[in-house]
């Protein structure tokens, strides 16, 4: 029998713990629980009523309620995947709980994840979790694809799955423990909504096209911003402004499918939605003046593209395909319409000398120096590379 679920999105090195620093410190402990997680919390819901989600960004996990659960769920990604496997351990130890591991790491590296847990999950969830849980629920074998377990020394590993065309789902942020409480207290805490999953190009270094494949799947604009109206009344803080008014589409690349896009913004700007929004975008979205013009419009202050390198040589080692000077330009007349760009970059590609940093400071990115002073400091420890 089936009756108790529990999801844990795992903290990294800097788990939920009240400290006073959490009042002015931005992230110190709190941050965004993770939206995928929060869906399929919401998906299971509906089938065992006796459901809900820790997230140790936001609060401490109450272990004596999830040793009595019959089925943990436990979602990892690389930064978090040592905490989620220490929980495993934790759980299985004090509970006869099913511990299962889901998650972009989990499903990239079941060989490794399987040693933790009962059962991994690969892929995406919305329907692979029903078909466990039910599976679970009625004690039978399973029979469908997706799932790596262990009989003994024997792996099981019952084969790729199709990813989900539905996903459609809105999530109920109120699934999530301690999140109501802490969304309207914390200006590091912000609305989130997704809008697609999948990307057709072939850079080498991103997990998206591995995780969650090359087709592009949408959400109806309807439910988008059906979505984002209950986000951001989640996170509304009743008696004072919010410090922080920004809805992030959490999508790796909003304007891929360009005809969707344009959907999505028309259906925000009637909407009546008065709000800013950021994005994640390739550098093509600034040659495209239609769309840069609903984007702002439609309230988006901020474009994050994926600019990764600062040479040619660096493209072409990745398969990524741009180049320099074309996302300067791009940068330049996304500015000229007055929405801001927030540069994601990788250091550490072979092509890479001392002095890589310098550049940054110079032509097109000087509007960037405070994002590159910080990541800066973020990388400083990495041995291999001079800064």
Same mark, same amino acid.
């Given at each position: 029998?089936?009756?108790?679920?529990?999801?844990?999105?795992?903290?990294?090195?800097?788990?939920?713990?009240?400290?006073?620093?959490?009042?002015?410190?931005?992230?110190?402990?709190?941050?965004?629980?993770?939206?995928?997680?929060?869906?399929?919390?919401?998906?299971?819901?509906?089938?065992?009523?006796?459901?809900?989600?820790?997230?140790?960004?936001?609060?401490?996990?109450?272990?004596?309620?999830?040793?009595?659960?019959?089925?943990?769920?436990?979602?990892?990604?690389?930064?978090?995947?040592?905490?989620?496997?220490?929980?495993?351990?934790?759980?299985?130890?004090?509970?006869?709980?099913?511990?299962?591991?889901?998650?972009?790491?989990?499903?990239?590296?079941?060989?490794?994840?399987?040693?933790?847990?009962?059962?991994?999950?690969?892929?995406?969830?919305?329907?692979?979790?029903?078909?466990?849980?039910?599976?679970?629920?009625?004690?039978?074998?399973?029979?469908?694809?997706?799932?790596?377990?262990?009989?003994?020394?024997?792996?099981?590993?019952?084969?790729?799955?199709?990813?989900?065309?539905?996903?459609?789902?809105?999530?109920? /942020?109120?699934?999530?423990?301690?999140?109501?409480?802490?969304?309207?207290?914390?200006?590091?805490?912000?609305?989130?909504?997704?809008?697609?999953?999948?990307?057709?190009?072939?850079?080498?270094?991103?997990?998206?096209?591995?995780?969650?494949?090359?087709?592009?799947?949408?959400?109806?604009?309807?439910?988008?911003?059906?979505?984002?109206?209950?986000?951001?009344?989640?996170?509304?803080?009743?008696?004072?402004?919010?410090?922080?008014?920004?809805?992030?589409?959490?999508?790796?690349?909003?304007?891929?499918? /360009?005809?969707?896009?344009?959907?999505?913004?028309?259906?925000?700007?009637?909407?009546?939605?008065?709000?800013?929004?950021?994005?994640?975008?390739?550098?093509?979205?600034?040659?495209?003046?239609?769309?840069?013009?609903?984007?702002?419009?439609?309230?988006?202050?901020?474009?994050?593209?994926?600019?990764?390198?600062?040479?040619?040589?660096?493209?072409?080692?990745?398969?990524?395909?741009?180049?320099?000077?074309?996302?300067?330009?791009?940068?330049?007349?996304?500015?000229?319409?007055?929405?801001?760009?927030?540069?994601?970059?990788?250091?550490?590609?072979?092509?890479?000398?001392?002095?890589?940093?310098?550049?940054?400071?110079?032509?097109?990115?000087?509007?960037?120096?405070?994002?590159?002073?910080?990541?800066?400091?973020?990388?400083?420890?990495?041995?291999?590379?001079?800064?």
């Amino acid at each position: 029998m089936i009756n108790k679920i529990r999801f844990i999105e795992p903290g990294n090195f800097s788990r939920y713990k009240k400290s006073f620093k959490n009042i002015y410190t931005y992230n110190k402990y709190i941050k965004n629980p993770s939206t995928g997680l929060i869906i399929l919390t919401t998906i299971a819901k509906k089938i065992i009523d006796d459901t809900l989600m820790y997230s140790e960004s936001i609060s401490k996990v109450d272990f004596k309620d999830v040793y009595s659960s019959d089925i943990v769920f436990i979602s990892i990604n690389t930064y978090n995947a040592k905490r989620g496997y220490d929980l495993c351990s934790n759980i299985r130890n004090h509970s006869k709980a099913i511990v299962v591991l889901g998650g972009m790491h989990a499903s990239l590296n079941y060989l490794e994840a399987v040693e933790y847990a009962d059962y991994v999950l690969m892929g995406d969830g919305d329907e692979l979790i029903v078909d466990f849980i039910n599976c679970m629920k009625e004690d039978k074998k399973i029979d469908f694809k997706g799932v790596v377990y262990k009989r003994g020394d024997i792996l099981i590993n019952t084969g790729k799955r199709e990813q989900p065309l539905d996903i459609d789902m809105i999530p109920d /942020r109120n699934l999530v423990y301690n999140y109501s409480k802490l969304a309207k207290r914390y200006n590091t805490l912000w609305p989130q909504v997704h809008g697609l999953r999948g990307c057709p190009h072939n850079c080498d270094y991103c997990a998206v096209i591995q995780h969650f494949g090359r087709k592009i799947r949408h959400r109806t604009p309807q439910s988008i911003v059906q979505d984002i109206k209950e986000a951001i009344e989640f996170h509304r803080i009743k008696f004072m402004p919010r410090l922080s008014n920004c809805v992030w589409i959490t999508d790796d690349n909003f304007a891929e499918d /360009r005809d969707w896009a344009v959907s999505v913004l028309n259906e925000i700007i009637n909407s009546g939605i008065k709000y800013n929004f950021s994005v994640q975008a390739r550098f093509e979205v600034g040659f495209d003046n239609e769309l840069l013009e609903l984007m702002k419009r439609a309230g988006f202050v901020e474009l994050a593209l994926g600019i990764e390198f600062l040479n040619d040589d660096s493209f072409k080692e990745f398969h990524k395909k741009s180049n320099y000077n074309d996302i300067k330009k791009s940068i330049k007349n996304i500015k000229k319409h007055g929405i801001g760009v927030r540069g994601l970059f990788i250091v550490g590609a072979p092509t890479d000398t001392k002095g890589i940093f310098k550049i940054l400071f110079i032509g097109e990115f000087f509007w960037q120096r405070e994002v590159i002073r910080n990541y800066k400091k973020e990388v400083k420890s990495l041995k291999n590379i001079e800064i």
